[in-house]
């Protein structure tokens, strides 16, 4: 009875504070949704490179998983960043259209090692971006539920 009480609570608490706040995009949130969706359309095209180029089963399987994973996240980050204005582009920035031309010049197991290398390291800097956004998020909704000033 209490978890469900307290669910309720954080449920109120999160959808009021969403409610009353009503936020605008600030230049912070456009710099997060550009990082992260460079990453997602470079994880898709590598990905798609991948099931062609792979020179094994496991890279290729592991290129279609990276495609549909990230075309789903793609698709949920332009919808929720649409609906608060923030537009993006639709193509690779330079940085990853040359890691993107890198790729396609490789085949047979140097293609294999470059990918795999770049899909674990080439999207960490949006993958630390993302999670220093959501933790920033979750800081502001404690700070609400205990009636603290939000940080920003």
Request: glycine share 10%; charged share 20%; net charge neutral.
């Amino acid at each position: 009875m209490k978890i469900a009480i307290a669910t309720t609570l954080v449920t109120l608490a999160f959808g009021a504070a969403a409610v009353s706040a009503a936020p605008m995009a600030t230049p912070a949130d456009r710099a997060f949704v550009a990082k992260v969706s460079q990453g997602d359309m470079f994880e898709v095209a590598a990905g798609k490179l991948a099931e062609t180029k792979g020179s094994t089963q496991d890279v290729r399987d592991f290129g279609t998983t990276e495609v549909h994973d990230h075309m789903l996240v793609g698709a949920k980050l332009k919808r929720i960043s649409t609906s608060e204005g923030v537009m993006f582009s639709a193509t690779p920035n330079a940085e990853f259209a040359g890691k993107l031309a890198h790729l396609n010049g490789l085949s047979g197991t140097a293609f294999d090692a470059a990918y795999l290398t770049e899909s674990t390291n080439g999207g960490s800097a949006a993958y630390r971006a993302f999670g220093t956004e959501t933790h920033r998020i979750v800081q502001r909704h404690i700070g609400a539920i205990k009636g603290a000033p939000l940080p920003q």
